[in-house]
T-cell receptor, first 113, second 111 residues
Framework: GAGVSQTPSNKVTEKGKYVELRCDPISGHTALYWYRQSLGQGPEFLIYFQGTGAADDSGLPNDRFFAVRPEGSVSTLKIQRTERGDSAVYLC???????????FGPGTRLTVL | GDSVTQMEGPVTLSEEAFLTINCTYTATGYPSLFWYVQYPGEGLQLLLKATKADDKGSNKGFEATYRKETTSFHLEKGSVQVSDSAVYFCARGGATNKLIFGTGTLLAVQP
């Protein structure tokens, strides 16, 4: 693929529901990052995968947030019992390795009503 | 903890004016420094970067110099164009290559 893709582009859900956000990194990129960008703010780091394992999940705000990357390619960010404060744009980025430039996807805009 | 502080916007300039957007970072170690740009309706793109002290990153007429003594990485452009209108984010590299971003500065260039 040409770049990082994310689906869906927009997700509207109700408070308390479960959502999954998907990221398809650039083929061959071993490192994958999730960030969250609230309105008027810069992106904030959530979690980083090297291959299949979460190497750094220090940015996940609480245990409602979880992410997986079972085959070392596609990643899914999962949010349980969504709250209105979870509304934001969720960005995914991938890089060839941990020293290389990160390429960002277009993001998923999550709105929790 | 590690952080980045950049000047608040919006910054409104006329075409061909000189641009400076200030950025400072916390000095834990010797991080790589970046400027990212987000054009209207588009995703984040890397504009330029510098990986060590006194390095100058440059791209599309924009420049920024890594200043260790002042922990700064100010973005400059000599003559802005309407097409430069966007949100600019300063960022530093953190542990595990994660990026730590500033809050962003909206630049609006008027013809």
């Amino acid at each position: 693929g040409a770049g990082v893709s994310q689906t869906p582009s927009n997700k509207v859900t109700e408070k308390g529901k479960y959502v999954e956000l998907r990221c398809d990194p650039i083929s061959g990129h071993t490192a994958l990052y999730w960030y969250r960008q609230s309105l008027g703010q810069g992106p904030e780091f959530l979690i980083y995968f090297q291959g299949t394992g979460a190497a750094d999940d220090s940015g996940l705000p609480n245990d409602r947030f979880f992410a997986v990357r079972p085959e070392g390619s596609v990643s899914t960010l999962k949010i349980q019992r969504t709250e209105r404060g979870d509304s934001a744009v969720y960005l995914c980025a991938s890089s060839l390795d941990t020293t290389s430039r990160q390429f960002f996807g277009p993001g998923t805009r999550l709105t929790v009503l | 903890g590690d952080s980045v502080t950049q000047m608040e916007g919006p910054v409104t300039l006329s075409e061909e004016a000189f641009l400076t957007i200030n950025c400072t970072y916390t000095a834990t170690g010797y991080p790589s420094l970046f400027w990212y740009v987000q054009y209207p309706g588009e995703g984040l793109q890397l504009l330029l970067k510098a990986t060590k002290a006194d390095d100058k990153g440059s791209n599309k007429g924009f420049e920024a110099t890594y200043r260790k003594e002042t922990t700064s990485f100010h973005l400059e452009k000599g003559s802005v164009q309407v097409s430069d209108s966007a949100v600019y984010f300063c960022a530093r590299g953190g542990a595990t290559n994660k990026l730590i971003f500033g809050t962003g500065t909206l630049l609006a260039v008027q013809p």
